[in-house]
């Protein structure tokens, strides 16, 4: 069987700039159901990673001990909203690990915090003075984890992003 072929001058021009013209329609279409969906969904639909490999222990506390806590700016999302504030307490790296969330405990997330250079304090929205603890608690889940071999991770998930278990049939 033959292809069919084109046959006119014009329809040699036009043929291909409409397939060409149809296809990055299609293409659009993709890339805005795509970002539709990722708006839409704001905190369930995640593109990045959920945890964050933040490096050895004994570098961070000793960074931690000299300069105050550590902002990490949102590492899932570009709104801002789990802007997360990394602590260590104690001589031992392996251990008291805390994560807090960039605003004061008693306000919401517009309420950014700000540190106050080389101590464990910051200042909120309003010009108050708070210590790290006074910072708000992240979601149940969003956790430090240490492994053995000295390495950081930090777990951005909250335990009620998990996908539920899906039931077992027997």
Known sequence: MRRPRLRTPLARATVPVLA?????????LFLWGV???ISNNGDEAALAPATADIGRTTTYADIIAEDGPIILPDLLRASGKRTIVLDHTGDDPQQNWHIYLAYPADRDVTCKVEQIRLTRNFTDCEGRTITVEGLALPPKGVRPIIYPNGTLTLDLLPDSAEPEPSAATS
């Open 35 to 37: 970002a539709s969906y």
């Open 20 to 28: 060409g013209i149809a296809f990055f329609g299609v293409l659009a």
